[in-house]
């Protein structure tokens, strides 16, 4: 058996693969993108390889690992290309994306990713690092002095390795050199990203040079975006599928959903791709669409992954093909839209059964326990706030509180295993508890995950240790079960 090639910008691709419609040599770099993952290749870089094909411009994107050097072993040997693997019941297509020029890794070449930073050419730079990787406490808007990449970066900013220093670096340095700030798109899952990150940016700059800090206040723009596919983590499975479908060896090819969703907020005053050719939208406010997805498809999202872990189930198909837990699904979505305020360019029953119908797609492997991680820094968001609006306004807040007891026991279950920022935390206002009532107030105490007015409610408290119970006496299945 002969290996197949690996794929490169020279390839000869199978006839049913989509190849790029644009020569990329002909287009500079515009966009540094911070956090190359599977999501970023599944999403913001399809957007602006079909922007490129659709009305060009020098807008392709250098990629930054800001940990491991994966990604560059993957794409740098293939010219930064890769292929999508969208998979549906309908089948299985392939496209080869070609809007990265290159990867470069933090840790490795921290001179050269400044140096791309404050390049004139980069005008975007974007961000999918996950929630953990901002180092911003919630609550102030500030920045996390107890984050290590945040106490690293401090103690030398001009050496950052971190994620609000490197963004502070770099606009200090362009500052020096009389360029134009580049615009800072947050494409991470979190409450009003752009407002969040600007607030973290410019409260980091003030720890050290308030001047820099009036500066970026005043002149760097942060629009605040949602996104949205559901990109399951590569498997051995992902790149034989891509190589029986190319025809090429492809290290960091991705599968993905084919729904896509990206609405940004147009403030780029040094410019942008032409995004809205390849389906985004540009929106005055974001956060309307961002509570919809937030509270809908993620808070279901980690709900089911909690419940579904308990109960079994690897994947989210598995979860949905189970009538009782598919009904809790449904439920759970319908408790979030009734906190979302009007929008009326959506129909929210008709997005709600567009994400139930997602979710049971049955060509994707969408693992719970990749979606189960990092709870404490997703809960706020996706399921503390709505819960908390709920109580607020006298509704039922049963359905928040059986997620929020599905994490509780899903911690409980994981032990040291647990994957998350806080675990060493978590298993430590574990360790003495034993019932329900112990592990709901041992949990209930880490201020920097439950809102004081969530964890001061008598009726909010009694509902989670209540459901607790039924699940640490007779798991995820059985709870399940007594919900309605
Ligand atoms: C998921 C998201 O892993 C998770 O926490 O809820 O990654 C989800 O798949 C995406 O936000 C979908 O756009």
Redesign the pocket.
Known sequence: MTLAPRLSSHSQMNADVQVPAYDPVRHGVGIVHLGLGA?HRAHQAVYTDAALAAAGGDWRIVGVSLRSATAAEQLNPQQGRYTVMVRSTAGTTARVIAAIDRVLTAPQSPAEVLKVMTAVGTRIVSLTVTEKAYGIDRATQGVDLSHPAVRADLAAPEAPTGVLGLLVEALRRRRAAGLAPFTVLCCD?LPENGVLLHNGVVDFARQFDPDLADWIGQTVSFPSTM?????PAATARTYADVTALTGHQDLGAVETEPFSQWVIEDRFPTGRPAWERAGAIFVADVQPYELM?LRM??GA??MLAYVGGLAGCTYVRDVMADPALAALVDRHMRAAQATLPHLPAVDLDHYRAELLARFANTAIA?RTD??A?DGSE?LPQRILAPALETLQLQGDVAPFAFAVAGWMAFCVQAGPGLDDPRAAEIRAALAPAQTAVQISAALHDLHAVFPGKLRDSQVWRKAVVEKLDVMLQQGGVAAAKVEK
């Open positions: 999501f899952n996104v949205d596919r559901i990109t997805k498809l993620n999202h980690s969408h990749q979606i991680m997703k």
